[in-house]
């Protein structure tokens, strides 16, 4: 009697336990004070905090609605894997000048199995910058933001996510080891100046897939050191397509070796594939 109550006891616990640790740690904005149509800068990055100090899986999640953020740079390390769960609109600030001339609006950085996700969209507001944009001429010109920048992540995976008109190019990324790029949406006005799909440079095995990317210039660039490079089923255009390099500008610049382009469509785009090198530099 005593013996079978114990093993059912036992058997409840060992259930219980492996379903705790089974459990994914939610954090959701809403809790960190986000508002609908308010900057949630504070509250994203005090969610990221704790979810990046969880020491089981964690999710942040910006819930459905419209939200305002300012620059954020979300860094690792991480004590376990973390997901954010964007479900919501995010909006740049429309002047460049508030996002004092950073790199990337949203940063990513030195993070162990993260992912991106949500079916939301990150939108840039860039119209105004790109009106403004005299860096043809003016070289002293406002520096302008990109949407996204990923920084030495490895194991990461980036889906389901919409990036619209940003000021600049429209994704960074940089010394990252396997990062994938499932079902994304990329796109701006043919028109709009300089805002490149996604420009990858000192990176291995990052695959892109599934995706669409139309933005008027490059939908996928590869700098110096891009390795193991996997493009497949990409729509691109308009634009000016697929492009590797430019190389040949810097001293030191690594190879770029391994691009596997496969199953793509090309449309109202200047080239397909090219090679962009500078002449006579060595
Ligand atoms: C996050 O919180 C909001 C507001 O309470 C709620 O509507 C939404 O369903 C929550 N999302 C998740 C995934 O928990
Ligand atoms: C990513 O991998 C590199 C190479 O193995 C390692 O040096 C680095 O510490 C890793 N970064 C993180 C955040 O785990
Ligand atoms: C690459 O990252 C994904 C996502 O975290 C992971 O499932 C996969 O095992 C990794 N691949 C390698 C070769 O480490
Ligand atoms: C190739 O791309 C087309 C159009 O994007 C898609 O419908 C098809 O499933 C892809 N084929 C393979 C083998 O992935
Ligand atoms: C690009 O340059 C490489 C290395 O010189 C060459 O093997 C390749 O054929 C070129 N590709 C195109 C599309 O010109």
Same mark, same amino acid.
């Given at each position: 009697?005593?013996?079978?109550?114990?093993?059912?006891?036992?058997? #409840?616990?060992?259930?219980?336990?492996?379903?705790?640790?089974?459990?994914?740690?939610?954090? /959701?904005?809403?809790?960190?004070? +986000?508002?609908?149509?308010?900057?949630?800068?504070?509250?994203?990055?005090?969610?990221?905090?704790?979810?990046?100090?969880?020491?089981?899986?964690?999710?942040?999640?910006? *819930?459905?609605?419209?939200?305002?953020? @300012?620059?954020?740079?979300?860094?690792?390390?991480?004590?376990? *894997?973390?997901?954010?769960?964007?479900?919501? @609109?995010?909006?740049? *600030?429309?002047?460049?000048?508030?996002?004092?001339?950073?790199?990337?609006?949203?940063?990513?950085?030195?993070?162990?199995?993260?992912?991106?996700?949500?079916?939301?969209?990150?939108?840039?507001?860039?119209?105004? +910058?790109? @009106?403004?944009?005299?860096?043809?001429? /003016?070289?002293?010109?406002?520096?302008?933001?990109?949407?996204?920048?990923? +920084?030495?992540?490895?194991?990461?995976?980036?889906?389901?996510?919409?990036?619209?008109?940003?000021?600049?190019?429209?994704?960074?990324? #940089?010394?990252?080891?396997?990062?994938?790029?499932?079902?994304?949406?990329?796109?701006?006005? +043919?028109?709009?100046?300089?805002?490149?799909?996604?420009?990858?440079?000192?990176?291995?095995?990052?695959?892109?897939?599934?995706?669409?990317?139309?933005?008027?210039?490059?939908?996928?660039?590869?700098?110096?050191?891009?390795?193991?490079?996997?493009?497949? /089923?990409?729509?691109?255009?308009?634009?000016?397509?697929?492009?590797?390099?430019?190389?040949? @500008?810097?001293? /030191?610049?690594?190879?770029?070796?391994?691009?596997?382009?496969?199953?793509?469509?090309?449309?109202?785009?200047?080239?397909?594939?090219?090679?962009?090198?500078?002449?006579?530099?060595?």
């Amino acid at each position: 009697m005593d013996t079978k109550l114990s093993i059912t006891t036992f058997t #409840l616990f060992l259930f219980l336990a492996s379903y705790v640790s089974a459990q994914t740690n939610g954090f /959701n904005v809403t809790k960190y004070g +986000a508002l609908p149509n308010r900057d949630i800068t504070k509250a994203l990055t005090n969610a990221w905090k704790d979810a990046c100090g969880s020491r089981t899986p964690s999710k942040v999640v910006v *819930p459905k609605g419209t939200y305002m953020l @300012k620059q954020i740079d979300l860094k690792g390390p991480c004590k376990a *894997p973390i997901n954010v769960q964007v479900d919501g @609109k995010i909006l740049a *600030p429309k002047n460049p000048k508030l996002l004092n001339g950073v790199d990337q609006w949203v940063k990513f950085g030195y993070i162990n199995f993260f992912t991106l996700s949500g079916g939301g969209t990150f939108d840039g507001q860039g119209e105004t +910058a790109w @009106k403004h944009n005299d860096c043809g001429t /003016n070289k002293n010109c406002d520096r302008l933001s990109m949407n996204f920048g990923f +920084a030495f992540l490895n194991n990461s995976i980036i889906q389901d996510i919409t990036s619209k008109d940003s000021k600049n190019f429209h994704v960074n990324v #940089l010394g990252c080891n396997n990062l994938t790029f499932v079902n994304m949406n990329i796109n701006a006005p +043919a028109t709009s100046l300089n805002t490149d799909g996604i420009h990858i440079g000192r990176s291995t095995q990052v695959v892109i897939t599934n995706s669409i990317i139309g933005t008027g210039d490059d939908c996928i660039s590869l700098g110096d050191g891009s390795k193991q490079i996997t493009i497949l /089923n990409v729509r691109c255009g308009p634009g000016h397509g697929i492009s590797v390099g430019s190389l040949g @500008k810097y001293p /030191n610049e690594e190879p770029i070796e391994g691009l596997t382009v496969k199953n793509c469509t090309l449309k109202n785009t200047d080239n397909g594939l090219r090679n962009k090198t500078w002449l006579g530099q060595c």
